[in-house]
């Protein structure tokens, strides 16, 4: 299968389990990901920032009608939602929070799996909450491929557990797995 | 029973086909909003009803009296709230505010003010600096019913906390509990921010220009439209302001990718506050 993007939502414990998925990527790893990462509103746009120095690819928080670009990975920023269009630009919003999260995971899941279909990977890290579950559900939906982190190796096991209980989940997997996993079947 | 696909092209087409309908049978015109966006927000209407498809919400919209307000109400921007992202109202009154002070009289456009909350803060930003008297802000939004709420400046006493801490934050000069009095679960703002506020009914993507004026802001509207909403949207902002005056967006818009952009120079790169060039060819 080729995968045209990756999602990836997390929440709390969130940071570590991405910097160490971005760090392990190799720098030629090509299929777009984007993120939604749980944070507080009134927290500064640092976690690109800070992301970026430790990979080699090109980290950045998403703008506004940006187009989706290989070896690109994109960031919500805090306190707007993310979504994706069906002609794969980026888009922002500051609707109500969902899940009590603005930016919410299912908004993002939910509008990639219409834009992206079956060429998507949806993958749900460590949280608290059960925010991205609705999006694995229409990720399935629409054929296409999903994984959970395994809840035992999760800081905070709720959000992961959630996503699995759905029964929507097709690879249920530990946090270096994950990493070794969307290498494989990416390339 | 279609595949998801299917299904899916079928509602994109039924949802284009709904705009168009809405547009020419209520006059309000959703057909360049960026599609994400509006498309959730139809579908979660239409799960929350309990109805089958985008064609039964269109026959509710035609047929039921009364329906489409809440078909309004799904498509408007409402969430906003005081001194959001407290840096732009620093910068306005750190950077503008001594040019605006400069002129004998200062019209201020508020395009797409929702609740209103922006709208006071700029209005108490205005009291603190001792401009409020000669100002005259035009606070606009196209839904009619946002406005009347606007109008009341009642805030339920739960934002108070964050509202306050967003009014220290943005520089400003007094205790925030001078501007309002709390009663039960509501606070009311002081009569006095109102004096010099019109509230209006103003289409951004229908009306034109009512005013030139000093001072536009418009905050997370333009991140709904698409490229060529924006570019229709910044030109009426750019004729509807003096020369030097100013454009203040919210901070993930940016002019730089507008036709527009040329007629401007930057101000503040992050808080995204925008001057008309004095050479403007408008």
């Not at chain 2, 799904?74 to 109202?89: A, C, H």
Request: aromatic share 12%.
């Amino acid at each position: 299968m080729n995968y045209e993007a990756i999602v990836i939502g997390s929440s709390a414990g969130g940071l570590s389990a991405l910097k160490s998925i971005i760090y392990n990527l190799p720098g030629n790893f090509s299929t777009p990901i984007i993120i939604t990462q749980h944070v507080s509103s009134l927290s500064e746009s640092y976690m690109a920032v800070f992301l970026n120095q430790l990979s080699q690819l090109v980290i950045k928080e998403a703008d506004a009608g940006e187009k989706i670009k290989p070896g690109h990975v994109y960031i919500a920023p805090p306190n707007f939602h993310l979504l994706i269009e069906e002609d794969f630009t980026l888009n922002l919003t500051v609707d109500e929070k969902v899940n009590y999260s603005r930016p919410s995971i299912d908004i993002l899941f939910e509008t990639a799996a219409l834009a992206f279909k079956r060429k998507l990977i949806g993958i749900i890290l460590t949280g608290a909450n059960n925010d991205g579950s609705n999006g694995i559900k229409q990720i399935k939906h629409f054929g296409g491929h999903t994984i959970a982190q395994l809840p035992a190796s999760a800081e905070v096991p709720i959000m992961p557990q959630s996503a699995i209980d759905t029964g929507c989940v097709d690879k249920i997997l530990s946090l270096e797995e994950i990493t070794g996993y969307i290498i494989s079947i990416c390339h | 029973m279609h595949l998801p696909d299917q299904l899916n092209n079928i509602q994109n087409i039924e949802l284009t086909h709904f705009f168009e309908l809405i547009f020419n049978v209520y006059g309000y015109d959703f057909r360049n909003y960026n599609k994400a966006h509006v498309k959730r927000r139809i579908l979660n209407r239409i799960n929350n009803l309990g109805l089958k498809s985008i064609s039964e919400l269109q026959h509710k919209v035609l047929h039921e009296e009364g329906f489409f307000d809440l078909i309004l109400r799904d498509l408007s921007i409402n969430v906003t709230e005081m001194y959001r992202e407290p840096g732009f109202y620093k910068s306005l009154r750190n950077e503008i505010i001594p040019i605006l002070r400069t002129y004998p009289y200062i019209k201020v456009w508020h395009a797409g003010c929702a609740t209103g909350e922006e709208v006071y803060s700029f209005a108490i930003l205005l009291q603190e600096e001792g401009l409020y008297d000669r100002s005259q802000i035009y606070a606009t939004d196209f839904n009619p019913i946002v406005l009347e709420t606007a109008k009341k400046a009642i805030y339920p006493v739960s934002k108070i906390k964050e509202y306050t801490l967003n009014y220290q934050k943005s520089g400003g000069k007094n205790s925030f509990s001078d501007y309002y009095v709390a009663r039960y679960e509501s606070v009311i703002f002081n009569q006095s921010l109102k004096k010099n506020i019109v509230f209006a009914e103003h289409n951004l993507v229908t009306d034109g220009v009512f005013a030139e004026v000093n001072l536009i802001i418009c905050r997370n509207v333009l991140i709904y439209f698409n490229k060529e909403l924006q570019n229709k949207v910044t030109g009426l902002f750019t004729e509807s302001l003096i020369k030097g005056g100013y454009l203040g967006l919210g901070s993930k818009e940016n002019l730089m990718f507008t036709d527009v952009f040329d007629q401007y120079q930057v101000v503040d790169a992050k808080e995204k506050i925008y001057k008309k060039t004095i050479f403007s060819s408008k």
